[in-house]
Nanobody, 115 residues
């Protein structure tokens, strides 16, 4: 059974940092691309960052230079280090992956950037 569980969200002041983690199970983690999305209420989910099975990364223009995605294949986890956070980064953050023909999502973790 594939499971994705995000953690690490919270309230942070502008300019601060957070590190999100997505713990996974039920599949061979190292073989699959992993993505981080975010969603603001009333808007579509936005792809924030992705990492493929060999460590290649890509980012939305809005987070380039501030966010870093990485993976720990030993722990079956994908991380999102978020620095220089802005109020517009406030959203629910989700990890997902397309595994064996199906799209899986975690439950999300809330990130709020506010003074």
């Amino acid at each position: 059974q594939v499971q994705l569980v995000e953690s690490g969200g919270g309230l942070v002041q502008p300019g601060g940092s957070l590190r999100l983690s997505c713990a996974t199970s039920g599949f061979t983690f190292s073989n699959f691309r992993m993505n981080w999305y975010r969603q603001v209420s009333g808007k579509e989910r936005e792809l924030v960052a992705a990492i493929d099975s060999v460590g290649g990364t890509s980012y939305a223009d809005s987070v380039k230079g501030r966010f870093t995605i990485s993976r720990d294949n030993a722990k079956n986890a994908v991380l999102l280090q978020m620095n220089s956070l802005k109020p517009e980064d406030t959203a629910v953050y989700y990890c997902n992956s397309y595994i064996w023909g199906l799209l899986y999502w975690g439950q999300g973790t809330q990130v709020t950037v506010s003074s």
